[in-house]
T-cell receptor
């Protein structure tokens, strides 16, 4: 069974600090996909990034960067120079591509609540 | 482009009542799913569908029914509401199992 662990329940940082959100996953499949979603205080879920299991290149998008390491089953998310608008709950999620024809299982971690203090 | 539309946004039910949460998407996605979000629990999959006429259970299916008669719609039925079903419900759709899911705005349900 697949599992996603976000050990950090809540994090508080002062504006302009860097912060890393941890995500550790478990899966038996060799082909899988990892996602990060953001849930701001308004409540909607916003897709941030997708990474497949064959692509271990780190990705940078503006102040956001992601570090995918298969050796440690981790897919961590770093925000550089945090801003108040980054305050949200961030979810890591895992989908196994080989879960069988007609099957679907997108498993979410419990989320990390990030508070950026001005 | 509306994306995924959920109705209603808020609902209060009495224990034992039934109701249907509506979900519609206009992206021609085959995959649709329902999640519930509870404090400290993340999002948990209730039911999903990989195409019209095909549905299956997720992690927490008890007390809920679904059907998928069209590609666009995927309603979630609460048969006999219980206080334990107080939650925020999200509907999502995706092209397949490995592309990103698009979520509706959520329905905040309170069962008293």
């Amino acid at each position: 069974a697949q599992k996603v662990t976000q050990a950090q329940t809540e994090i508080s940082v002062v504006e302009k600090e860097d912060v890393t959100l941890d995500c550790v996953y478990e899966t038996r499949d060799t082909t899988y996909y990892l996602f990060w979603y953001k849930q701001p205080p308004s409540g909607e879920l916003v897709f941030l990034i997708r990474r497949n299991s064959f692509d271990e290149q780190n990705e940078i998008s503006g102040r956001y960067s992601w570090n995918f390491q298969k050796s440690t089953s981790s897919f961590n998310f770093t925000i550089t120079a945090s801003q108040v608008v980054d305050s949200a709950v961030y979810f890591c999620a895992l989908s196994e591509a080989d879960s069988g024809a007609g099957s679907y299982q997108l498993t979410f971690g419990k989320g990390t609540k990030l508070s950026v203090i001005p | 482009n509306a994306g995924v539309t959920q109705t209603p946004k808020f609902q209060v039910l009495k224990t034992g009542q039934s109701m249907t949460l509506q979900c519609a998407q206009d992206m021609n996605h085959e995959y649709m799913s329902w999640y519930r979000q509870d404090p400290g629990m993340g999002l948990r999959l209730i039911h999903y569908s990989v195409g019209a006429g095909i549905t299956d259970q997720g992690e927490v299916p008890n007390g809920y029914n679904v059907s998928r008669s069209t590609t666009e719609d995927f309603p979630l039925r609460l048969l006999s509401a219980a206080p334990s079903q107080t939650s925020v419900y999200f509907c999502a759709s995706s092209r397949d199992s490995y592309t990103e899911a698009f979520f509706g705005q959520g329905t905040r349900l309170t069962v008293v």
